[in-house]
């Protein structure tokens, strides 16, 4: 289990692993009302090495990506709720629309993103391919989303029963 980092305190928790070698790699998202779907995609981030790093966009990053209906989990119950995840190793939550600023920050070796992007369009790409790590992508399990999930509540409960 790892925990939730302000982004000083996890430079300095980073610099750390790479003094011991550990192979970072880093992923983001919204990770609102957790499911399989994102479960299996940090399984499968974390294989690829040895630290798996979380950015969690913060509440308002949210808002002005996804509209003022979300997020339903606040951000610091999805930081606490992927800080506890053994295969998450560290979180810390980025205000911007994208994860750019952490990134560069992170400079991890092995960057992560569902294979809905194509590499070319994966932001922080440059960063990492610079510093000689690498960008992969991983499948989503199908039939498995927040939105999904909104709409199976919806249709459940706004019936009278």
Known sequence: ????????????QLLQWKRLNKKVVFTNGVFDILHRGHIE????????????VVGVNSDSSVRRIKGPLRPIVN????????????????VCLFDEETP??????????????????TIGTIVGR?????????V????FVPDRST????????QRFSKPQ
């Open 41 to 52: 995609y940090l399984l499968s981030a974390k294989k690829m090495g040895d630290v798996l």
């Open 75 to 90: 951000e610091q119950d999805r930081a606490f709720i992927l800080s506890q995840l053994s295969c998450v190793d560290a």
């Open 136 to 139: 992969q992508t991983i499948e």
């Open 147 to 154: 939105t999904g999930i909104v709409e199976t509540i919806v």
């Open 126 to 134: 440059d960063i990492v391919e610079k510093a000689g790590g690498h």
């Open 100 to 117: 750019y600023n952490l990134i560069t920050a992170v400079v991890p070796d092995v960057l992560v993103k569902g294979a809905d992007y």
């Open 1 to 12: 289990m790892g925990m939730v980092y302000s982004l000083k305190e996890l430079t300095e």
